[in-house]
């Protein structure tokens, strides 16, 4: 088999090296409260690793620090960072694991907490237990303690979403006495080791005293812990009561999150967008975040792409909110962004990204804490991409999403006259009469109060570096500038080189005859010469480019969003340091691309446009389009920045092309294909024509279509190619122009038979005239074939994806007897789906003519390994990289089978709602559209119809707005009872009665 080698793209890292504070008694490094400030959730950490970086994470102003599950847990022996999930699959309420510690590291790590005045708030799992109900000790694993399993939840019904099992995880009788007893005493064992308070993991989960039939008082119970500070996880839906459990605890403001992501990612901070937090429940009794450890980790990837700047910039406004208790989520190191999700060196225990202690958002944390008690105004400056956050009449943040400088002229605030410093920068701002002046850097925080001018922390910085851009740089050299305030002395030092002492502001030139590729830069100061403990210090990266280099950039076009795909369009331009357009490559609508399959279309642009020599202060920008009303970013946004092999859509950019989908062009497997083409199954063609017959020979294989004319005929051809046998036939039909399905019809019908000794398979063909009234007719025309072979059926296969391998699961599968070996697919294979409400099985459907199987992802992971044949197949079977498991039940079980008189149809569509307008035995067709059909998941829709003694069933869907599905106006048929699938015109048999 082959492999082929995921392709990353360069990424400069920013790290950040250890501040050392002025003392100033007026810094507040905390809170009074946990309420009233921030909470560093230490996502993985081992306990000793939060206890060696307490006084870092003081200095970064946090009050509270959210450990991961400290309960026993399931592990497999991988310690990478990929193997974030098994402290959320406890296997009993027993304090320490594996990944974070054993009980007396916590209870170390709490007394220290404490030293520095920062509480310690436990994750606390408690509606389910593991996946693997073996490893489940006593008496957790006792059936009267958990609710019985019998079918996949539904998201929507609120009873089932507290009485049945998340994701497979085993769910907690929560009703049961003894589990709420050992819940509470956990509860309480981790307050008496010096806990502060909890996080309740899918809080929604678990019932409240007042739902409907199901209702305990498990809540009641528990929440009498003695902790300080609880909140519950209450992902919203409609059917999360977030507003009830606010009354109890605290919950989650998970949609504000998505909010924020959405509105910096598309550089729009307008007050009418980010105001509100959206949620019926009090600013006060909210958790919010910019990203939760379940919008990062999932395979959903939800916040994965937002970079390290744009969670800065968002950040800034969260935490500089007077309401709501924001919660920091620590990446794993250089993770994100542009980069992996998990890079390979990431692994659980360790300290994760430093962007929570870097200067940026450790000034707005203080900030938040001096605030405290101060009032909140919002509002726009210049455009709705600079909000200025007023707390009181004492300070204000002022955030600018433009990538250029941006003057503030007397714009109105209610600050205290005056003048202000910035905590970030050390700009000047005044404030007279109520107007206030300065200067926003690009892409900036800016923080400013009541701090006597002389009072600057020691800061030592490249003035308007980048932490998430590649900073990379064209042409011979670089001029950047120095920064180094408060300071004694201050050196850099270049690729490990001697130190060399500067002052502030100094201008230094990189890159000038040097090769192409990374300069590293290493800045020191020494605030105290008497201590070399006072000290700050930073690295920086740059890469020198070669100016011709061009870059690669992909786009994914969706049918069902854009309705036109045929051609796709890539217009850019570049903006200068003074925000003025320069350098369009192509006038609108731009470069045309280039369909490489699939809907994703591709184009190189001149190398300048990732990075211009200057790139601080330019920046270049697109736009897709298909030239036909449709574009993105839309009209009035800003326009796509871009990565090398990146490939973009609907929402912005999803990762790099070759990790997703492989090399464009792989080579070839190594298994030899047979001579003898695999049979085919023949079916009927219908031509239009005036009186011609038409004879078609072969030997071996004829794939045909059936196409019903629009316009009157005079007579219809219809050739049926068998291998070995030679037949032609004219049918004779009269047909009319089709729109819509008619309530009532009349039919002839001309049978050709083809004498061969084998089973009889009809196809009906419906032609429709135009419908003007509701009982117009049509006219059917019905010819039985007899076939040589039917149609094959299918298997349908699942897989266990191992974690540390990439979401884009493929299955390669053949036929292999003796020395005859006949492929199935392509190598690496098909895309296979996911399958909902699980956190790694995915499902593939498989001709039955085949007996082998070889799972990847294509990129460097398969199973069976390279040389080794595929896994036997066999139906309903479930794999995982050891081979066969088990037979495979989705969930807590299938769909049901239907009964004998009932047809499932599961459809796919951008259409909400899809309508299905349906006929069956001698009953009328529906009314005009029909019936509307329920969501499913994964843009299917679906519906269950009672067909009483029927054995045939005659349909057609369309959206209630006159657009139509009537597989091109023959009407889609099935005859007989059972479960049934509709994608792209292909009607599939998923199921059928014995």
């Not at 510690?101 to 907490?113: K, Q, R, T, V």
């Not at 436990?122 to 079918?151: G, W």
């Not at 009354?247 to 105001?275: C, H, P, W």
């Not at 990203?291 to 700047?309: A, G, L, Q, R, W």
């Amino acid at each position: 088999m082959k492999f082929f080698n995921k392709k990353t793209a360069l990424l400069s890292l920013l790290t950040l090296g250890k501040f050392a504070f002025a003392n100033n008694e007026d810094i507040k490094y905390k809170a009074s409260n946990i309420d009233n400030g921030v909470i560093l959730h230490a996502f993985t950490w081992s306990f000793n690793t939060i206890k060696r970086l307490l006084p870092d994470i003081q200095k970064a102003g946090y009050t509270a620090i959210q450990t991961s599950p400290i309960t026993n847990c399931y592990t497999d022996g991988n310690y990478t960072s990929d193997y974030w999930y098994w402290p959320y699959q406890p296997i009993s309420y027993d304090i320490g694991n594996y990944m974070l510690g054993n009980e007396d590291e916590f209870i170390s790590l709490c007394s220290e907490a404490k030293q520095y005045g920062i509480k310690i708030i436990v994750d606390a799992v408690l509606n389910h237990m593991s996946f693997y109900d073996k490893y489940i000790e006593y008496p957790f694993n006792q059936p009267r303690n958990l609710h019985p399993c019998d079918r996949k939840l539904n998201e929507g019904c609120r009873n089932e979403i507290t009485q049945m099992e998340l994701l497979g995880l085993k769910d907690v009788n929560t009703q049961s006495k003894e589990m709420q007893n050992l819940a509470l005493n956990f509860l309480k064992r981790a307050i008496a080791d010096g806990a502060s308070g909890f996080r309740y993991d899918a809080a929604k989960h678990i019932e409240l005293p007042d739902d409907r039939d199901v209702g305990s008082d498990y809540w009641t119970v528990v929440l009498q812990n003695g902790a300080e500070f609880q909140y519950g996880e209450t992902l919203q839906t409609n059917v999360s009561r977030e507003k009830d459990y606010a009354k109890i605890m605290k919950v989650t403001a998970s949609g504000y999150g998505f909010t924020l992501r959405e509105a910096v990612t598309q550089n729009d901070f307008s007050i009418g967008r980010i105001a509100d937090y959206n949620i019926t429940v009090t600013n006060d009794r909210l958790i919010t975040w910019v990203e939760s450890h379940d919008n990062y980790s999932n395979e959903t990837t939800e916040s994965t792409f937002v970079t390290n700047e744009e969670i800065t910039l968002a950040w800034a406004l969260l935490a500089s909110r007077k309401d709501t208790t924001p919660l920091f989520f620590t990446r794993p190191r250089g993770g994100g962004g542009k980069n992996d999700q998990f890079p390979d060196d990431t692994f659980v225990g360790e300290e994760g990204d430093p962007l929570y202690k870097s200067k940026t958002i450790t000034e707005v944390n203080i900030f938040r804490n001096s605030m405290e008690g101060e009032m909140e105004n919002l509002r726009n400056i210049h455009d709705e991409k600079i909000i200025m956050i007023e707390r009181g009449y004492r300070g204000a943040v002022i955030i600018n999403l433009n990538s250029s400088l941006i003057p503030i002229e007397n714009e109105e605030t209610i600050l205290k006259d005056g003048s202000y410093q910035d905590h970030i920068s050390g700009n000047l701002f005044t404030v007279t009469n109520g107007k206030i002046n300065g200067q926003l850097l690009p892409r900036s925080v800016t923080i400013l109060y009541n701090t006597n001018a002389n009072d600057i922390d020691p800061y030592i910085s490249i003035e308007n570096y980048s932490i998430v851009s590649e900073n990379k740089f064209r042409g011979k050299y670089l001029d950047v500038t120095l920064i180094a305030k408060n300071l004694n002395k201050a050196t850099y030092s270049i690729n490990g080189q001697e130190d060399i002492e500067f002052q502030n502001g100094k201008t230094l030139r990189i890159g000038e005859g040097m090769n192409n590729g990374p300069i590293n830069i290493l800045l020191r100061g020494l605030s105290n010469n008497n201590s070399d403990s006072e000290y700050v210090s930073a690295y920086y990266t740059f890469t020198k480019v070669d100016p011709d280099t061009e870059i690669t950039v992909y786009f994914q076009c969706e049918n069902n969003k854009w309705r036109d795909c045929s051609n796709i369009y890539l217009y850019t331009w570049c903006l200068d340091a003074n925000n003025k357009s320069y350098g369009i490559i192509s006038e609108w609508p731009g470069i045309k691309m280039n369909n490489i399959g699939n809907n994703i279309f591709k184009t190189n642009l001149p190398g300048p446009y990732d990075g211009p020599s200057t790139p601080m202060s330019n920046k270049c920008f697109g736009i897709f389009n298909n030239n036909n009303g449709k574009q993105v970013p839309l009209a009035k946004r800003e326009g796509y920045t871009f990565i090398d092999g990146g490939i973009y859509g609907e929402d912005n950019y999803y990762g790099q092309y070759e990790f997703l989908y492989g090399p464009e062009k792989p080579k070839t497997t190594t298994i030899i294909l047979p001579k003898t083409t695999p049979w085919i199954i023949p079916t009927t063609t219908t031509t239009t024509t005036t009186t011609t017959t038409t004879t078609t020979t072969t030997t071996t294989t004829t794939t045909t279509t059936t196409t019903i004319p629009t316009t009157t005929t005079t007579t219809t051809t219809t050739t049926t190619t068998i291998p070995t046998t030679t037949t032609t036939t004219s049918i004779p039909t009269t047909t009319t122009t089709t729109n819509i399905i008619p309530t009532t019809t009349t039919s002839t019908t001309t049978t050709t038979t083809i004498p061969t000794p084998t089973t009889t398979v009809t196809s009906t063909i419906t032609t429709v005239s135009t419908i003007t009234t509701l009982t117009t007719t049509t006219t059917t025309t019905t010819t039985t074939i007899k076939y040589t072979q039917t149609p094959l059926p299918y298997y349908t296969l699942y897989f266990e994806k191992p974690n540390h391998w990439n979401n884009n699961i493929k299955a390669y599968y053949y036929y292999e007897q003796g020395r005859t070996v006949r492929e199935g697919t392509k190598w690496p294979g098909e895309i296979m789906t996911k399958e909902t409400d699980t956190i790694n099985i995915y499902s593939i459907k498989v001709d039955k003519s085949m007996n082998h199987i070889i799972f990847n992802d294509g990129n460097n992971h398969q199973v069976p390994g390279s040389g080794q044949a595929g896994f036997d197949i066999k139906d309903l079977a479930l794999y995982n990289d050891n081979g066969y498991v088990r037979q495979y039940r989705n969930g807590c079980g299938d769909d049901p089978f239907p009964d004998t008189n009932t047809i499932i149809l599961y459809y796919y569509s951008g259409w909400n709602p899809a309508y299905i307008h349906y006929q069956y035995g001698n009953e009328p067709w529906t009314i005009v559209p029909g019936i509307p059909m329920n969501s499913h998941v994964n843009g299917y829709q679906k519906i269950e119809i009672n067909i009483g003694t029927s054995t045939s069933f005659t349909f057609v869907l369309n959206d209630g707005h006159g657009q139509w599905d009537n597989n091109q106006g023959r009407n889609y048929h099935v005859d007989s009872p059972g479960i049934y699938e509709l994608n792209n015109g292909n009607l599939s048999k998923l199921m059928v009665k014995e």
